[in-house]
């Protein structure tokens, strides 16, 4: 795949990936509406992307499997490879928040 038509399906996952964040998002109870923008930008960004590898490739990889497979299996991707990564981090975020709270 030249560069591109990697940039080509990027475009599209992102816009996939965008879609699925705010879907998931609304799904959560733990999540205030004042917090949404702040979780769906660390969701989306490119710091949480690149932890799965380069961030424009993620993001064509997303595209690759809408455009082959449909929205359903795009979710379903992101469901199994992003998600889980995401989950860690914002774990392991608020836990250092907490520890944070304590030592001031």
Do not use: H
Not at 34 to 41: I, L, M, T
Not at 90 to 104: A, E, F, P, T, Y
């Amino acid at each position: 795949m030249d560069e591109l038509e990697k940039k080509t399906k990027a475009w599209v996952g992102d816009a996939v990936l965008a879609l699925y964040a705010r879907e998931w998002i609304l799904a959560q109870t733990d999540i205030a509406v004042a917090d949404r923008a702040a979780v769906f930008k660390s969701m989306t960004s490119n710091q949480f992307l690149s932890a799965m590898g380069q961030p424009t490739q993620v993001e064509a990889d997303i595209g690759m499997v809408y455009e082959r497979e449909g929205l359903q299996a795009a979710f379903d991707y992101m469901e199994e490879r992003l998600l889980p990564v995401f989950k860690k981090q914002r774990r392991n975020q608020k836990r250092l928040g907490s520890w944070r709270d304590k030592i001031r």
